[in-house]
């Protein structure tokens, strides 16, 4: 995979490690108070999660690694100033872990039309490899076991009901009843978001002691 893209995502994944289950334990909260649970109410309980972490994230350490939240209260978008990079954060949980169709927004299909980072690799060219303008969209999936977020390049518009096509970047599963997220690992070769076969696996595993947080609700 693209050491560059490697590189510069670590930094989230560490972050998303020590706030994620603290956005969840946030969510979970807020749907108790309007007495309604995760499970009956998933579109709510996914924006509550959406949004919880957008707060952490905003109080956290994100900006000395060159990552900032964009300034859009009603969605979750991060932006790498060193390299242009942007991932996007789903409003809903997708029960498929691929994305939705672009439909007719044109910033969205633009995105949603790129050539993937795994073709645009030579083995021959040893520059470091452009991440200017590069959009990733991050998905959600929780059952009774864990919480899946996969980091996805949309490299196909789509066309409703089938899904656009994406390459899977990164995935990171959190165990439900435990308290950190118990495996992080980046694909190192072409994946399909419909049926990931991963033949190289570069896993890293992450502590909350790795990332400093000013968040209170650590």
Not at 4 to 15: D, G, I
Not at 69 to 95: E, Y
Request: net charge negative; hydrophobic share 35%; glycine share 4%.
């Amino acid at each position: 995979m693209n050491s560059s893209l490697h590189e510069r995502l670590k930094p989230v994944a560490t972050l998303l490690d020590t706030l994620l289950p603290i956005a969840r334990m946030h969510a979970v909260a807020a749907l108790d108070a309007m007495h309604a649970t995760p499970t009956k109410n998933k579109d709510i309980y996914a924006r509550c999660l959406r949004t919880a972490l957008r707060e952490l994230l905003l109080d956290s350490d994100l900006p000395q690694y060159g990552w900032v939240v964009v300034d859009k209260s009603n969605s979750l978008h991060l932006f790498d100033q060193k390299a242009g990079l942007t991932i996007r954060f789903l409003k809903a949980f997708d029960k498929e872990g691929s994305i939705p169709p672009a439909g007719s927004n044109n910033a969205r299909r633009r995105a949603w039309s790129q050539t993937s980072l795994f073709d645009q690799h030579d083995d021959t060219d040893d520059r470091p490899q452009s991440l200017w303008g590069i959009e990733l969209v991050c998905t959600w999936v929780e059952d009774d076991e864990q919480i899946t977020c996969r980091v996805l390049q949309p490299i196909s518009t789509g066309q409703w009901p089938d899904r656009a096509e994406a390459k899977t970047i990164m995935t990171l599963s959190h165990a439900v009843e435990r308290t950190d997220l118990d495996d992080i690992s980046f694909n190192g070769t072409e994946s399909n978001a419909h049926g990931t076969v991963e033949e190289e696996r570069l896993s890293i595993r992450t502590s909350p002691q790795q990332t400093q947080t000013r968040s209170k609700a650590q």
